[in-house]
T-cell receptor, first 116, second 114 residues
Framework: AQSVTQPDIHITVSEGASLELRCNYS??????LFWYVQSPGQGLQLLLK??????LVQGIKGFEAEFKRSQSSFNLRKPSVHWSDAAEYFC??????????????FGTGTLLAVQP | DADVTQTPRNRITKTGKRIMLECSQT?????MYWYRQDPGLGLRLIYY???????NKGEISDGYSVSRQAQAKFSLSLESAIPNQTALYFC?????????????FGPGTRLTVL
């Protein structure tokens, strides 16, 4: 069965430090992969997505993610964290039929806190 | 104006009451979805609809029903609310013509069942 694991429930980093949020997936075919961010009291905003091609994907707000098929991972990175990045981050895999992502399987989320 | 809107944004109700959550979108997408979010569990799919005549159950449809009144409107109903349906509910839309059928989310409805 398809699944997404975000092993870190909560991460705290200092402002200006680098960030890596981990995501591992289980899916039989080539997955469609997504990272969403949820700021406090807000809905989910798409950060970036991977479908094919270059395994390093650039997103909004200075985030990037790298797809590693051999490790079944899609980790999110940012070289320098800003206080406004404090939020909850969700990794998701599209597990629909025929390549469609009608079924999004979400991880349980990683809550990021940023220290001044 | 937001592309995906949800009403109400917050609702408190009592056990046994019927409640409807509404979702509207101006993105022109064919596909619409309802999710619930619980702390520590991420988002789980309740129902999804690929067009006005197509309704499908998701992972956790028991206790819920939906109505797709038009391409732009998708409502979620709790026929007899119970406390464990207290959660944050999200509507999302997507269009198969866009790469990867990416889903776009509304701001959410926080529902409390007493």
């Amino acid at each position: 069965a398809q699944s997404v694991t975000q092993p870190d429930i909560h991460i705290t980093v200092s402002e200006g430090a680098s960030l890596e949020l981990r995501c591992n997936y289980s899916y039989g075919a080539t997955p469609y992969l997504f990272w969403y961010v949820q700021s406090p009291g807000q809905g989910l905003q798409l950060l970036l997505k991977y479908f094919s091609g270059d395994t390093l994907v650039q997103g909004i707000k200075g985030f990037e993610a790298e797809f590693k098929r051999s490790q079944s991972s899609f980790n999110l990175r940012k070289p320098s964290v800003h206080w406004s990045d404090a939020a909850e981050y969700f990794c998701a895999v599209g597990a629909g039929y025929g390549g469609a992502t009608n079924k999004l399987i979400f991880g349980t989320g990683t809550l990021l806190a940023v220290q001044p | 104006d937001a592309d995906v809107t949800q009403t109400p944004r917050n609702r408190i109700t009592k056990t046994g009451k019927r409640i409807m959550l509404e979702c509207s979108q101006t993105k022109g997408h064919d596909r619409m979805y309802w999710y619930r979010q619980d702390p520590g569990l991420g988002l789980r799919l309740i129902y999804y609809s690929f067009d006005v005549k197509d309704i499908n159950k998701g992972e956790i449809s028991d206790g819920y029903s939906v109505s797709r009144q038009a391409q732009a409107k998708f409502s979620l109903s709790l026929e007899s609310a119970i406390p464990n349906q207290t959660a944050l509910y999200f509507c999302a839309t997507s269009d198969l013509s866009t790469p990867g059928d990416t889903q776009y989310f509304g701001p959410g409805t926080r529902l409390t069942v007493l």
